[in-house]
């Protein structure tokens, strides 16, 4: 599976949108983007996914370069509950694994 | 979404015993599950993959005689820990891949905190 380079933390003042990037410069023609999230202590959870088109849902937005060598998950408000790693994840559609890579720990800060 | 649970949520074992811990989809027949482990502010390493009816698949470095899987019907796996020492104390997190979707999407459970004193 291709792997995903995010970077290690970020802040964000609360009520504004959050966009935490992610570089997946050797994904495959058929490997999907797939974003989760893991609040401290809890079993993560999805977010968002995409192939090559741009999708939202009442989550967030996610946005994929057209060589889709990297994206963006966009939280348009962030809330202080949204606190959390956030992790970048390419793998198949079929059969494929999810690999975590190390994520972006988002501080949502008041 | 679809939801899977873990069963127990915490668990303390001495050291020398055996720990199962349960993985459901509760709302969904998933035939393929994985098991996860994480040490604390680090990441989800994948340990295996469960499909029913049959073998586990374990990813390298992860010793299968000491973590027994079993995948026995379409809602259900176990992890079983054997023989637990110290250094297995960790947080395991199931997840299911619901068949109903495509693609394939994935859910996870809440997690089991292990401590092997």
């Known amino acids: 599976d291709a792997k995903t380079t995010q970077p290690p933390s970020m802040d964000c003042a609360e009520g504004r949108a959050a966009n935490l990037p992610c570089n997946h410069s050797?994904?495959?023609?058929?490997?999907?983007v797939y974003w989760y999230r893991q609040i401290h202590s809890q079993g993560p959870q999805y977010i968002i996914h995409?192939?090559?088109n741009n999708e939202t849902n009442e989550m967030a937005s996610l946005i994929i370069t057209e060589d889709r060598k990297s994206s963006t998950l966009i939280l348009p408000h962030a809330t202080l509950r949204d606190t959390a790693v956030y992790y970048c994840i390419v793998s198949y559609n079929q059969g494929g694994k999810l690999i975590f890579g190390q994520g972006t720990e988002l501080s949502v800060k008041p | 979404g679809a939801v899977v649970s873990q069963h127990p949520s915490r668990v303390i074992c001495k050291s020398g015993t055996s720990v199962k811990i349960e993985c459901r989809s509760l709302d969904f027949q998933a035939t393929t599950m994985f098991w996860y482990r994480q040490f604390p502010k680090k990441s989800l390493m994948l340990m295996a993959t469960s499909n029913e009816g049959s073998k586990a698949t374990y990813e390298q470095g992860v010793e299968k005689d000491k973590f027994l899987i079993n995948h026995a019907s379409l809602t259900l796996s176990t992890l079983t820990v054997t023989s637990a020492h110290p250094e297995d104390s960790s947080f395991y997190i199931c997840?299911?891949?619901?068949?109903?979707?495509?693609?394939?999407?994935?859910?996870f459970g809440p997690g089991t905190r292990l401590t092997v004193t």
């Open positions: 997840s299911a891949r619901d068949p109903g979707t495509l693609p394939y999407e994935q859910y």
């Open positions: 995409g192939l090559k």
């Open positions: 050797t994904i495959s023609g058929n490997e999907y």
